[in-house]
């Protein structure tokens, strides 16, 4: 019996904002690497996840939600998110069921007609809708771009996942393995949990919050006489009137957002952590190069 091929290669994870790709990610790996909320544009970088088995490797990368961008931050973010499909093996393009068909989704549609590698529909949210609304929408979207694969997915739910990784390997060629088998991300601790406190600020502010912080780890020790770690890390905002928010009365909601951020980074690292927040004002930081280079958003990357 011939001894089977080690399959190896890279797939983008790309839609608009909120259509469920990090979601769909941490569904792939099995574990929580990408940060999920309601609220769009959640992802910022692109995020690295490897999935390793038996027929070989794949490395998913989801990327910040295609939009139209409103300041350098979302330069930035497109950025990240169009030059990923020059790069990879296979594009899966991930609309939302649920919401139908946008323009956000034509926009990305045009993007793609210049791309040269198989690009896989993958239709996710099927648990909230009736299958009798699938046909036309999966219709209307083959009119416009002949996909190479169709997929309805659930990434909450799991529905059809496995059928993706088929569909995906069947797409890659003989390779290499890029990553140790036990290895599920590219990015380093520092920067997953940034992530993780970011998150947490996501899920409990409201509207004008989110898309105005940045989380900076600033530093990282063991405390002495401990087997505790001491994590500190500073939630940047653009005005005070936000800081005053993110502290809430008497510190309240800072005090949230450490709880609930220390139990994530506890899981990552598997280890008792201490967790010190501040906040911090940086006028415009979105618009500043020294601060999105600062922040890990480095316009010269792509």
């Known amino acids: 019996m011939d001894k089977e091929v080690y399959k190896s290669g890279f797939a983008a994870l790309i839609g608009r904002p909120n259509v469920g790709k990090s979601t769909l990610l941490n569904q792939l790996l099995g574990q929580k690497i990408a940060i999920m909320s309601d609220k769009p544009q959640t992802t910022r970088n692109r995020v690295q996840g490897v999935y390793s088995e038996e027929r070989g490797q794949i490395v998913f990368i989801d990327t910040p939600g295609i939009h139209k961008p409103k300041h350098r931050l979302g330069d930035f973010m497109a950025k990240a998110a169009q030059s990923t499909l020059k790069?990879?093996?296979v594009v899966l393009f991930l609309v939302d069921a649920k919401e139908g068909r946008g323009?956000?989704?034509?926009f990305i549609i045009e993007r793609l007609r210049?791309?040269?590698t198989p690009v896989f529909l993958i239709v996710n949210k099927i648990d909230q809708v009736h299958p009798d609304e699938l046909l036309p929408l999966i219709a209307s979207y083959q009119e416009s771009y002949a996909f190479d694969e169709v997929i309805p997915v659930s990434a909450i739910e799991g529905n059809n996942v496995g059928t993706l990784v088929d569909q995906v390997f069947a797409k890659l060629e003989e390779g290499p393995?890029?990553?140790p088998e036990d290895q599920v991300t590219d990015h380093p601790e520092r920067f997953l949990m940034s992530e993780m406190i970011r998150e947490k600020v996501l899920h409990l502010t409201r509207e004008e919050i989110p898309h105005?912080?940045?989380v900076d780890i600033e530093q990282i020790k063991e405390r002495e006489n401990s087997d505790t770690l001491y994590v500190g890390a500073v939630i940047v905002v653009e005005r005070s009137s936000q800081k005053g928010i993110l502290i809430g009365r008497q510190g309240k909601m800072l005090k949230?957002?450490?709880q609930r951020a220390r139990e994530d980074i506890q899981n990552l690292l598997g280890t008792k952590i201490f967790l010190e927040l501040w906040v911090k004002v940086e006028k415009d930081?979105?618009?500043k190069?020294?601060?999105?280079?600062e922040f890990g958003y480095d316009q010269d990357e792509y």
């Open 177 to 179: 393995r890029f990553y």
């Open 87 to 89: 790069e990879v093996d």
């Open 103 to 106: 323009a956000g989704d034509d």
């Open 114 to 116: 210049n791309v040269q």
């Open 212 to 214: 105005s912080i940045a």
């Open 256 to 258: 949230e957002i450490g």
């Open 289 to 293: 190069p020294k601060y999105l280079r």
């Open 285 to 287: 930081w979105r618009n």
